[in-house]
């Protein structure tokens, strides 16, 4: 049963161009999280998605970020317009259903690490 | 979610047991404690979870008080590659992982 994937592992960006960021969650599972971790820091929480639903979008900035989790396919993370500091590893995070949560732990992926020049 | 307070670093011989301490003071009735490691480049991966008194698995043991105001992971005979950081979380069984917050992690340093 293969983890949870994402891709690119290392992504480079000039200032100014997008960044796409794709995740796919672990077989079976219908929540999606993303998270932003700069050096030396812990996890930064996003958003949090379901299948076509944004349920929480709190912890992503409102502007040149966006996120979704379509039908069909990977979950994406989108950055406009890059900035130096967006430079990050952005981690997906994946779990079961709500029924499940306890006695399911939330897996997580092994990022993608943005450099923007 | 309860605020979680951890050692920001810890160190350690290969063959000694480590216990990292976490407090959560404001843990709610429906609150659960979980804790992940992670390495450098990787992301974090599940350890142990518990609710209450103690849980035990191949890799460590959970040890929660009756008040549930803190927990402490214990690593039986450590490695080398253990050295990791550890994070201590604690997340609502009613919301789930919504809005994990994942403080700065004990990083766990084995020598030889």
């Known amino acids: 049963n293969a983890g949870v994937m994402q891709n690119p592992r290392h992504l480079v960006r000039r200032r100014g161009q997008e960044a796409r960021l794709r995740c796919s969650p672990m077989?079976?599972?219908?929540?999606v999280y993303w998270y932003r971790q700069l050096p030396e820091e812990g996890l930064k929480f996003m958003v949090y998605?379901?299948?076509?639903?944004?349920?929480?979008e709190s912890g992503m900035p409102k502007e040149r970020f966006s996120a979704e989790f379509p039908k069909e396919g990977p979950s994406i993370l989108r950055i406009q317009q890059v900035v130096r500091g967006d430079s990050a590893a952005y981690f997906c995070?994946?779990?079961?259903?709500?029924?499940?949560?306890?006695?399911?732990?939330?897996?997580f992926g092994n990022g993608t690490r943005l450099t923007v020049t | 979610l309860a605020k979680t307070t951890q050692p920001i670093s810890m160190d350690s011989y290969e063959g000694q047991e480590v216990n990292i301490t976490c407090s959560h003071n404001?843990?709610?009735?429906?609150?659960?404690i979980t804790w992940y490691q992670q390495f450098p480049s990787q992301g974090p991966r599940f350890i142990i979870q518990?609710?209450?008194t103690k849980v035990t698995n191949e890799v460590a043991s959970l040890f929660i008080p009756a008040d549930r105001k803190s927990s402490t992971l214990s690593l039986p005979r450590v490695s080398l590659s253990d050295t990791a950081v550890y994070y201590c979380?604690?997340?609502?069984?009613?919301?789930?992982?919504?809005?994990?917050?994942f403080g700065t992690g004990t990083r766990l340093l084995v020598s030889p």
């Open positions: 995070a994946s779990s079961e259903n709500r029924d499940s949560w306890v006695n399911s732990p939330l897996h």
């Open positions: 077989k079976g599972h219908s929540h």
């Open positions: 998605l379901q299948k076509e639903n944004i349920i929480d």
């Open positions: 404001n843990i709610a009735t429906n609150d659960y």
């Open positions: 518990g609710y209450k």
């Open positions: 979380l604690v997340y609502s069984g009613n919301t789930g992982f919504q809005k994990l917050v």
